[in-house]
């Protein structure tokens, strides 16, 4: 009785790391902005995380990530630090 109650709670244990995975993975917002933060710029309460799907490449994914504090340009390329540029008003069509 108890190994089958031991496995009935391991599998429970182990979809719910497994949903919990999923649904952080889904959303990129919190990565990107995690990543924009960790190289000093600030980013308090991220909105969205949009891919750029025409600036990105295979190796080099692009996102505009819209924060309370600003909206960024945001390259993610691997093993590299990410390149940061921050999207003025009149850089997104609003002069």
Aim: net charge neutral; with cysteine.
């Amino acid at each position: 009785m108890r190994p089958r109650l031991f496995m009935i709670f391991a599998v429970t244990a182990a979809w719910a790391a497994i949903a919990a995975h999923l649904a952080f993975a889904q959303d990129p917002t919190n990565i990107v902005a995690d990543q924009v933060r960790a190289q000093g710029y600030k980013c308090d309460s991220p909105q969205s995380a949009t891919r750029d799907a025409q600036a990105s490449r295979p190796d080099e994914q692009v996102w505009i990530l819209q924060c309370e504090s600003g909206t960024y340009h945001v390259q993610l390329v691997p093993d590299m630090a990410a390149k940061v540029e921050k999207i003025n008003k009149s850089q997104n069509g609003g002069q």
